[in-house]
C-alpha cells in the first residue's frame, strides 16, 4: 500500500498522559498536514510542513502540542498532558501539489 | 463567518436515482480551489473531485461533478446513479489563495436507500 499511513490507529490513554502518533506520507510527496477533527465537525489544520520545515501552525496548536518532520519524510505529533477536549481523530495528510490525500488517522480518547 | 457552510446535515436519496449536496463558500481572494471529501464510516478521507476559481467548465469525475457557480459562491456536488457504497459522510473543503492548509465544512450524512 503507497498510501498515507498513521500510526496507531486507536490510542486510549489517561488524562494528564503524554501521547505521540506517527504519520508516513507518500513517498514523493513534500508537504505534509496535520488536521484534527472532533465528533460531528469536519477536519480542522493544525500545521503544515514543506519537507522538514514547519511553515504553518494553528492557533489550535497549543503548547502541549508539538509536531516534527525531521528528515522530511515521516512526521509525529505530540500531545503532551493530555486533556479530554483532546479527544478526537487526528488526520494526517499529504500532497506534492493539488489534492490532499488523507490517511486513515488515529482515533484519541482521553479518559 | 464560517469559510465553508454545508447546510444539509442529512440527506436520503434512492439507490440508482441523482443527489445534489450543497456547499456555499466564502472567500475575498480571486484564486482559490474548491474540494469535496467522502468519508465512510472507516474514518479515512478520499478525495473526489476538485475546482479552481478560474476553471471555466465544471469539473466532472465519473459519476461525481460539481456545479460551480462563481457569482453564487456555491460549489454543490452532483452523484449521478447513487450506489449503497456512496453512503458516507462528504464534506466541502476550499484552500484559498497561496494557502496552504483546507478549510473543511461540517458535512453532510448521505444515505443511499435500497
Known amino acids: 500500500d503507497t498510501g498515507v499511513s498513521q500510526d496507531p490507529r486507536h490510542k486510549i490513554t489517561k488524562r494528564g498522559q503524554n501521547v505521540t502518533f506517527r504519520c508516513d506520507p507518500i513517498?514523493?510527496?513534500?508537504?505534509l498536514y496535520w488536521y484534527r477533527q472532533t465528533l460531528g465537525q469536519g477536519p480542522e489544520f493544525l500545521t503544515y510542513?514543506?519537507?522538514?520545515?514547519?511553515?504553518?501552525k494553528s492557533r489550535l496548536l497549543s503548547d502541549r502540542f508539538s509536531a516534527e518532520r525531521p528528515k522530511g519524510s515521516f512526521s509525529t505529533l505530540e500531545i503532551q498532558r493530555t486533556e479530554q477536549g483532546d479527544s478526537a481523530m487526528y488526520l494526517c495528510?499529504?500532497?506534492?501539489?493539488?489534492?490532499?490525500?488523507f490517511g486513515p488517522g488515529t482515533r484519541l480518547t482521553v479518559l | 463567518a464560517q469559510k465553508i457552510t454545508q447546510t444539509q446535515p442529512g440527506m436520503f436519496v434512492q439507490e440508482k436515482e441523482a443527489v445534489t449536496l450543497d456547499c456555499t463558500y466564502d472567500t475575498s481572494d480571486q484564486s482559490y480551489g474548491l474540494f469535496w471529501y467522502k468519508q465512510p464510516s472507516s474514518g479515512e478521507m478520499i478525495f473526489l473531485i476538485y475546482?479552481?476559481?478560474?476553471?471555466?467548465q465544471n469539473a466532472t469525475e465519473g459519476r461525481y461533478s460539481l456545479n460551480f457557480q462563481k457569482a453564487r459562491k456555491s460549489a454543490n456536488l452532483v452523484i449521478s446513479a447513487s450506489q449503497l457504497g456512496d453512503s458516507a459522510m462528504y464534506f466541502c473543503?476550499?484552500?484559498?489563495?497561496?494557502?496552504?492548509?483546507?478549510?473543511f465544512g461540517t458535512g453532510t450524512r448521505l444515505t443511499v436507500i435500497p
Open positions: 513517498s514523493e510527496h513534500n508537504r
Open positions: 473543503a476550499m484552500r484559498e489563495g497561496r494557502a496552504n492548509n483546507l478549510f
Open positions: 510542513f514543506q519537507n522538514e520545515a514547519q511553515l504553518e
Open positions: 495528510a499529504s500532497t506534492l501539489q493539488g489534492e490532499q490525500f
Open positions: 475546482q479552481g476559481s478560474y476553471d471555466e
